[in-house]
């Protein structure tokens, strides 16, 4: 943390900030400048934030300097996680296919879709059981009959099963069937959410929220990892900007940047970011491209009657189509 | 819904375009346009969602016409809501003041604040007992003890309090102590601590996501009133901008589009969108002077000491000056 | 400038940072603090941008902790500027209204506006002569006819006219018949153009960019003091943000960053930041409250027949209202 | 453009509508729907703007439903637009590389890098005579000393040069040196610039701002188009978001919308859109997957003296790289 001056702040005023800054505990360390003082402040790790001295008389501004996200940070552990789900490792060397519809419709869709996407090369099942809807009159999943389902396209195809759990009180349920329990975006910062998978012996799909930053972000997973549960898998989903041609923008520096900051892998979510299929694949090959970990991608057997995101869903000739591009394309990559 | 054709689409497509709305049994109308036909689709109520229609062949674009929201809209109630709470009413022609410290810390720091409030003018009383923070690492909040705290201030000073409620499972103790139950901006989408709020006896004080649309913020606002709880206080808090000069970018035009759209009172939190001190004030002013139903305000006996959001804390004695402020700029405004 | 070092840094990288920056002739002042060194950077004021340390090995971070202007800040100036217009002056103190059409489209209209803004209490005329438009197919403004127009009026109402100047070319022109010129947010940094402000003897009305931060507003602002030019009037007039439900948002807390940072007048724009009419008079409330400097508002005769903008120009009756609004509350806010 | 009536319309109130639309020479054509009226408007490219139909009683909306661009779009032309550039052809099938320096700063660097970028494979030469910069204290470009500079680097090492012309002054000037004029992202809606290069012989590369709207980026080309030159290059270069991690957050789905929307041939920045050098060439990787006709990217001899943006541009051994990677992507992507 440091504390900027004002370049006409008097010494009585640096005084004062210094011993406010001591009164806590802190050490302040105070550094001359061309134009003015700084202060910085050392081992600020306690119970009060330290930015209510920009309220200060002479103080002009106060600044962060460390990031503060501990466990999930590549400071902290330099080395890749590597999640391993069944078979199936996300993570450093690996590029993931997570495919399947929006949301479990019926046994037979499911299982169609599952068995066409495993043949394609996905690596593993999606598919909604409890959907988080804008409007309460939208369908809302098939509940646990969707979990039940899911576990009959696990069986059947072999392909472990991804599925997003709503809130705290349906973890265990949804724990119990799938193989990765997926936290969706408006529950990024769902705290008791998170904590409750810190303690879950599933592997975690953490979806970054619309607006929030990678620090934010990063600290959600602080939540999980600190609750004792390491396997972490990030997903980019498309940032909410002014632009209004797609869902949301896919923000593809997140990849570069949380794998710099962090040793957790980092997925991307093209279907959501896009919102409309023709934009699907290609923004399947710049994930690709730029480096991300995997892809999870919305497929169904027949869009024009998915009962949601019919839109975006690929088509089955489609799919099979993206997962040759990948191959062809991770082929080049990774010589 | 609006299917908007291409200049150069072909009577075949606009034929098939029409033959897929039927075949959902919907109705097709298109209308020949200058330049271009349109396509009306009437009762679109249905389970699938006719977004999929913008990638059908000579198809440009679907446009929603409708809103989606229908209880909290003012073409279904043209009356404004009253929320009333003990003696207070929240709503058309009040301007309700709600004024506490962030986080409940200690009984003598709540009760101190508590009865400093009331002195100065507020009618609630607001404070956290549970904190949803971005760090695992600070304060949390006091849980039920808070609770408590929060009950001898409301029997001490007799303001009824608000605090927030962070999730599903904690709603019925949450519920057993509050007068109001705040659901936070991070929860605006947590559909099931809607659906819960939906059954409570309690008026729910419900955030507007950092960047949730008016149309999202009605439509989770509806999770409630059809789960058949017609007690709502909307509260624009702020919304996530590329500005970095306040925390969030207080959209005080959001006031004047919900009182137009919908029944609900709505009210302004200053404090978080500024995350500074200095700007509390003068846009608390700015929101009287535009005509939300009231404000929620951060105040503080000693910020320097407050365990979360000291730097936008208020002290007494401003407190007691936006009270006066307020009352003086009411008078002018309602002649 | 902050150069956060990474907690793992070795000796000899941080050695190394040092040496790059004393290579450039800056000085390296190293600050060992609890997890990590951070090496301050005084005198930093070169041509060269130490930006570039950032991808220096064992870097975390490279922070900017002063901002870069000068001659706009409080600290250069502690003084608030007044800009006098004729007799009126703008800025401490003082409310200033400036109202007329979007466009000047005939002498009619022009000087039929002009009587009522100055009858309902406006200090200022404004009027485009010269409209930027999204479309080339839009209406342009009538050019220098239109100047003479505004001049006219000038002459029969007696108040001083505000008008846009699109580019550098035409500012000799516009400054010849103008009393203020104004830069749209669109020319915000159109570098040309405010090097020919800043030599000019007329006061500039800058407009802040749709998407420009505080600092690249001020920025600007030092661009025509350093030419020569004192007189600048700040206008805010919304920013770009996903909010759809104007036409931009309105940023009010700008105004107090804007005098807490600067000695410059700054004023609100209603009209463009709403784009609706009824929007504009309680923002404009809001922008009196939160204590700008004035407001520049869009008024037509017959907003039905205007040629731009005519959504979001104000009825006569309705411009009466709001001076009438303003005085009333302007009252109350300066005891 | 569709007005959309409130469910509790009065019939007086849509037949008031109808007559005012009529009033102004539209068609008006009324659609009965479920629950409201809709008001579709014919032929309304007249010069008055019918969105002010908005405020009428009754409207609950105003949507429009046909795009403002003409002579930018497919429906106008629908094959794609091949610029060409001495040998170079830029659009349609072809992939582009522009390298060079942020700025000229002198002749022995300009020389260095043309001939090791010219060797690397780029295909054109760029670099800044005039730099429009933030600060008047930064480097501002050396000016037409720069120019001659560049037509040294053109006469040398073959390659076409592109720079940016900062505004409709030097214009002249600046298309007697260059092969390709770049307009700004800050110039984007400079409407005098953007009518000067519609009458130049060279082409012009359109660079899109910060926080413009495809439409409007389309519409700035329309100016451009309108004015008699066909030979425009788009640039998608980042727009503004919350996101902090990176300068702006790189819209690659843009690419997508133009290739659809548009004939003209749309390339990547993704040196201003990082502002960093390590994300440039997995950004720019993630620019050909995705289907860009092109790049322009920053490469510096010694980038830590780079007199502007030295933190973004490639090393070059890094643009060789970076060269050698397009050719493998585009082998594989173009079969």
Redesign the interface.
Known sequence: M?V?M???ASQEEISSVVR?IEAQGL?A?P?P????V?I?I??N?G???P?????LPGVK?V?R??K?YKLVSR?CK?ADTLVHVGDVSIGNGHHTIIAGPCAVESESQALAIGRLVKEAGAHLFRGGAFK????????QGLGEEGLKILAQVRDETGLPVVTED?????FDLVEAYADVVQIGA??M?????L?RAGQSHRPILLKRG??A??E?WL?AA??IL??GNPNIVLCERG????????RN?????????VQ?ESHLPIIIDPSH??G????VI??S???????AHGLIVEVHNV?????????QSLYPEQFEDLCQQVQ??RR??TP
């Open positions: 440091l900027v004002d370049q006409n406010a050490v360390r550094i400048g061309g134009q003015r700084a910085g050392l081992h790790q119970p009060v934030d930015l209510w001295l920009r309220e501004e600044i300097v460390t503060p400071e330099p988080p809807r804008t409007s309460p009159y939208s369908f709503p809130d705290h009180e349906a408006r529950n910062q769902s705290f008791s959410l904590r619309m607006s930053t990678i934010e600290m602080e939540y600190e609750g940032i909410r900007t002014f632009a209004d041609h797609s923008t896919l923000d593809l520096s997140a990849v570069l940047v710099k970011a896009a409309r299929r023709s934009q290609p923004m090959r710049a994930a690709v491209a730029v480096g869009p024009e009657k998915a009962l949601s995101d019919g839109g062809v394309l080049q990559l």
